[in-house]
Protein backbone atom coordinates (compact mmCIF):
# COMPACT_ATOMS: atom_id res chain seq x y z
CA UNK A 1 0.00 0.00 0.00
CA UNK A 2 2.87 2.34 0.74
CA UNK A 3 4.56 1.66 -2.22
CA UNK A 4 1.62 2.30 -4.26
CA UNK A 5 0.63 5.50 -2.47
CA UNK A 6 4.82 6.70 -2.97
CA UNK A 7 4.20 5.71 -7.00
CA UNK A 8 1.11 8.20 -6.61
CA UNK A 9 2.73 10.73 -5.17
CA UNK A 10 6.02 10.97 -7.45
CA UNK A 11 3.37 10.49 -10.30
CA UNK A 12 1.61 13.84 -9.42
CA UNK A 13 4.24 15.60 -8.58
CA UNK A 14 6.51 15.21 -11.95
CA UNK A 15 3.21 16.34 -13.68
CA UNK A 16 2.77 20.29 -14.75
CA UNK A 17 0.42 22.33 -16.62
CA UNK A 18 3.42 22.36 -19.74
CA UNK A 19 2.81 19.02 -20.01
CA UNK A 20 -0.47 17.34 -19.71
CA UNK A 21 -3.46 17.32 -22.03
CA UNK A 22 -7.11 18.56 -21.37
CA UNK A 23 -8.78 15.38 -23.31
CA UNK A 24 -11.83 17.37 -22.24
CA UNK A 25 -10.92 20.14 -24.23
CA UNK A 26 -10.48 17.91 -27.03
CA UNK A 27 -13.74 16.76 -27.44
CA UNK A 28 -15.65 19.65 -26.82
CA UNK A 29 -13.59 21.02 -30.15
CA UNK A 30 -15.01 18.87 -32.08
CA UNK A 31 -18.67 19.32 -31.24
CA UNK A 32 -19.71 15.95 -30.56
CA UNK A 33 -22.03 15.99 -27.52
CA UNK A 34 -25.21 14.73 -28.84
CA UNK A 35 -23.22 12.47 -30.66
CA UNK A 36 -20.70 10.82 -29.51
CA UNK A 37 -20.00 10.03 -25.26
CA UNK A 38 -17.03 11.78 -23.67
CA UNK A 39 -16.75 8.80 -21.61
CA UNK A 40 -15.93 6.70 -25.23
CA UNK A 41 -14.15 9.33 -27.00
CA UNK A 42 -11.54 9.77 -24.12
CA UNK A 43 -11.13 6.13 -24.21
CA UNK A 44 -10.25 6.51 -28.23
CA UNK A 45 -7.39 9.02 -27.22
CA UNK A 46 -6.09 7.83 -24.36
CA UNK A 47 -5.25 4.57 -26.71
CA UNK A 48 -4.30 6.03 -29.50
CA UNK A 49 -1.88 8.17 -27.67
CA UNK A 50 -0.24 5.18 -26.81
CA UNK A 51 0.31 3.82 -30.03
CA UNK A 52 3.85 4.57 -31.01
CA UNK A 53 3.30 2.42 -34.74
CA UNK A 54 0.57 4.87 -35.46
CA UNK A 55 0.92 6.95 -38.71
CA UNK A 56 -1.96 8.97 -39.01
CA UNK A 57 -3.29 11.77 -37.02
CA UNK A 58 -6.82 10.50 -38.18
CA UNK A 59 -8.61 8.76 -35.44
CA UNK A 60 -11.90 6.28 -35.97
CA UNK A 61 -13.87 5.07 -33.54
CA UNK A 62 -16.60 2.32 -33.52
CA UNK A 63 -18.91 2.96 -30.70
CA UNK A 64 -20.69 -0.39 -30.88
CA UNK A 65 -22.23 0.40 -27.65
CA UNK A 66 -25.01 2.22 -29.62
CA UNK A 67 -28.44 0.54 -31.56
CA UNK A 68 -27.38 0.18 -34.99
CA UNK A 69 -30.25 3.19 -35.67
CA UNK A 70 -27.57 5.32 -34.53
CA UNK A 71 -24.32 6.65 -36.39
CA UNK A 72 -21.51 4.94 -34.79
CA UNK A 73 -18.47 5.49 -37.32
CA UNK A 74 -17.00 8.35 -36.54
CA UNK A 75 -13.61 9.35 -38.10
CA UNK A 76 -11.46 12.76 -36.71
CA UNK A 77 -8.97 14.34 -37.89
CA UNK A 78 -7.17 15.00 -34.89
CA UNK A 79 -4.81 17.54 -36.23
CA UNK A 80 -7.67 19.93 -37.47
CA UNK A 81 -10.39 19.31 -34.93
CA UNK A 82 -12.77 17.78 -37.54
CA UNK A 83 -15.09 15.30 -37.88
CA UNK A 84 -14.71 13.87 -41.08
CA UNK A 85 -17.17 11.00 -41.21
CA UNK A 86 -20.07 10.26 -39.19
CA UNK A 87 -22.47 7.45 -40.05
CA UNK A 88 -23.54 3.78 -40.00
CA UNK A 89 -21.89 1.16 -39.31
CA UNK A 90 -23.21 -2.91 -38.69
CA UNK A 91 -22.22 -5.17 -36.27
CA UNK A 92 -21.43 -9.06 -36.58
CA UNK A 93 -24.43 -11.58 -36.53
CA UNK A 94 -23.89 -13.10 -32.80
CA UNK A 95 -22.80 -9.68 -31.10
CA UNK A 96 -26.38 -8.93 -30.63
CA UNK A 97 -29.35 -8.08 -32.70
CA UNK A 98 -29.85 -4.43 -32.28
CA UNK A 99 -27.02 -3.57 -29.86
CA UNK A 100 -24.18 -5.61 -29.91
CA UNK A 101 -23.98 -7.61 -26.44
CA UNK A 102 -21.46 -10.07 -26.68
CA UNK A 103 -17.83 -9.62 -27.87
CA UNK A 104 -14.93 -12.22 -28.86
CA UNK A 105 -11.50 -12.94 -30.00
CA UNK A 106 -12.23 -16.61 -30.79
CA UNK A 107 -12.21 -18.33 -34.54
CA UNK A 108 -15.38 -18.98 -35.89
CA UNK A 109 -17.35 -16.92 -33.22
CA UNK A 110 -19.22 -14.46 -35.61
CA UNK A 111 -18.75 -11.43 -33.00
CA UNK A 112 -16.90 -8.39 -33.12
CA UNK A 113 -14.40 -7.98 -30.88
CA UNK A 114 -13.57 -5.09 -29.02
CA UNK A 115 -10.33 -2.33 -28.64
CA UNK A 116 -7.60 -0.83 -30.78
CA UNK A 117 -6.30 -2.16 -33.93
CA UNK A 118 -3.86 -0.32 -36.85
CA UNK A 119 -4.92 -0.17 -40.20
CA UNK A 120 -3.28 -2.34 -42.46
CA UNK A 121 -3.17 -2.32 -46.37
CA UNK A 122 -6.33 -2.61 -48.55
CA UNK A 123 -7.52 -5.27 -51.36
CA UNK A 124 -10.43 -5.87 -53.29
CA UNK A 125 -12.28 -8.92 -51.98
CA UNK A 126 -15.53 -10.98 -51.47
CA UNK A 127 -17.12 -7.43 -50.74
CA UNK A 128 -15.58 -5.12 -53.10
CA UNK A 129 -12.88 -2.59 -51.55
CA UNK A 130 -12.03 -3.60 -48.48
CA UNK A 131 -9.19 -3.09 -45.32
CA UNK A 132 -7.24 -5.39 -43.38
CA UNK A 133 -6.83 -4.59 -39.83
CA UNK A 134 -5.21 -5.99 -37.08
CA UNK A 135 -5.37 -6.34 -33.53
CA UNK A 136 -3.09 -4.75 -31.02
CA UNK A 137 -4.18 -6.40 -27.62
CA UNK A 138 -4.11 -10.17 -26.46
CA UNK A 139 -6.94 -11.77 -25.72
CA UNK A 140 -9.10 -9.39 -27.06
CA UNK A 141 -9.08 -8.90 -30.92
CA UNK A 142 -5.35 -10.13 -31.46
CA UNK A 143 -6.71 -12.89 -33.68
CA UNK A 144 -8.31 -10.68 -36.16
CA UNK A 145 -6.01 -11.01 -39.01
CA UNK A 146 -6.18 -14.93 -38.68
CA UNK A 147 -10.00 -14.23 -38.28
CA UNK A 148 -10.00 -12.57 -41.92
CA UNK A 149 -11.82 -9.13 -39.92
CA UNK A 150 -11.81 -6.62 -42.47
CA UNK A 151 -13.75 -3.13 -42.64
CA UNK A 152 -15.46 -2.95 -45.89
CA UNK A 153 -18.85 -1.99 -47.66
CA UNK A 154 -22.16 -3.60 -47.88
CA UNK A 155 -25.22 -3.00 -49.09
CA UNK A 156 -26.73 -4.32 -45.01
CA UNK A 157 -25.24 -0.81 -43.67
CA UNK A 158 -26.29 1.61 -46.16
CA UNK A 159 -29.49 4.10 -45.24
CA UNK A 160 -31.65 2.30 -48.16
CA UNK A 161 -31.63 -0.64 -45.94
CA UNK A 162 -32.40 1.33 -42.89
CA UNK A 163 -35.31 2.49 -43.98
CA UNK A 164 -36.29 -0.60 -45.51
CA UNK A 165 -36.02 -2.93 -42.34
CA UNK A 166 -35.59 -0.46 -39.47
CA UNK A 167 -32.17 -1.77 -38.60
CA UNK A 168 -28.50 -2.40 -40.27
CA UNK A 169 -27.69 -5.89 -41.32
CA UNK A 170 -25.16 -7.88 -39.92
CA UNK A 171 -22.04 -9.38 -40.57
CA UNK A 172 -20.12 -12.54 -40.06
CA UNK A 173 -17.47 -10.25 -38.08
CA UNK A 174 -16.42 -7.25 -39.68
CA UNK A 175 -17.25 -3.43 -39.05
CA UNK A 176 -19.49 -2.85 -42.54
CA UNK A 177 -19.35 0.82 -43.96
CA UNK A 178 -22.20 2.11 -46.43
CA UNK A 179 -20.92 1.68 -49.64
CA UNK A 180 -21.06 5.04 -51.24
CA UNK A 181 -18.39 6.02 -48.70
CA UNK A 182 -16.12 2.86 -48.83
CA UNK A 183 -13.72 4.01 -50.85
CA UNK A 184 -13.11 7.16 -49.44
CA UNK A 185 -12.57 5.90 -45.81
CA UNK A 186 -10.26 2.90 -46.87
CA UNK A 187 -8.34 5.60 -49.39
CA UNK A 188 -8.25 8.17 -45.37
CA UNK A 189 -7.17 5.69 -43.02
CA UNK A 190 -5.25 2.68 -44.84
CA UNK A 191 -1.70 2.03 -43.72
CA UNK A 192 -1.27 2.91 -39.86
CA UNK A 193 -4.40 4.91 -38.56
CA UNK A 194 -5.51 3.82 -35.14
CA UNK A 195 -9.30 2.16 -35.05
CA UNK A 196 -10.97 2.50 -31.58
CA UNK A 197 -13.78 -0.42 -31.21
CA UNK A 198 -16.36 0.27 -28.31
CA UNK A 199 -18.96 -1.47 -26.66
CA UNK A 200 -20.93 -2.34 -23.99
CA UNK A 201 -18.27 -5.18 -21.69
CA UNK A 202 -17.23 -3.93 -18.08
CA UNK A 203 -14.27 -6.60 -18.48
CA UNK A 204 -12.89 -4.41 -21.29
CA UNK A 205 -11.23 -2.11 -19.30
CA UNK A 206 -9.62 -4.16 -16.83
CA UNK A 207 -8.39 -6.27 -19.60
CA UNK A 208 -6.74 -3.94 -21.83
CA UNK A 209 -3.53 -2.63 -21.51
CA UNK A 210 -4.21 0.68 -22.47
CA UNK A 211 -6.49 1.39 -20.50
CA UNK A 212 -5.16 -0.18 -17.37
CA UNK A 213 -2.55 2.61 -16.33
CA UNK A 214 -5.56 5.11 -16.38
CA UNK A 215 -8.59 3.69 -14.50
CA UNK A 216 -6.88 3.85 -11.27
CA UNK A 217 -4.91 7.46 -11.88
CA UNK A 218 -6.86 10.59 -13.46
CA UNK A 219 -10.00 9.41 -15.90
CA UNK A 220 -12.41 11.58 -13.89
CA UNK A 221 -9.68 14.71 -14.18
CA UNK A 222 -10.44 14.63 -17.70
CA UNK A 223 -6.62 15.20 -18.05
CA UNK A 224 -3.63 13.49 -18.47
CA UNK A 225 0.19 13.57 -18.62
CA UNK A 226 1.75 13.60 -22.12
CA UNK A 227 2.66 10.26 -23.79
Keep these: MLKKL ?37 KAYLGYLQIPEKKSELLAIIDYSKPSSDKRFFLLDLANDKVLYNTRIAHSKNSGFEIPIKFSNDPN ?33 SNAEDRAIVIHGGDIANDSYFETYGFLGRSLGCPVLPTNIIDNVISLIKNGTVIFINGNDDSYMEESKFMKKFTSFNLNLKTIPSI
Design 6 to 42: LFFLIMISSLSFSNTINILDKYNSFNLNDKLEFETFE
Design 109 to 141: SFENSLGFYLTLDEYSGAYGPSLKIKGLEENIN
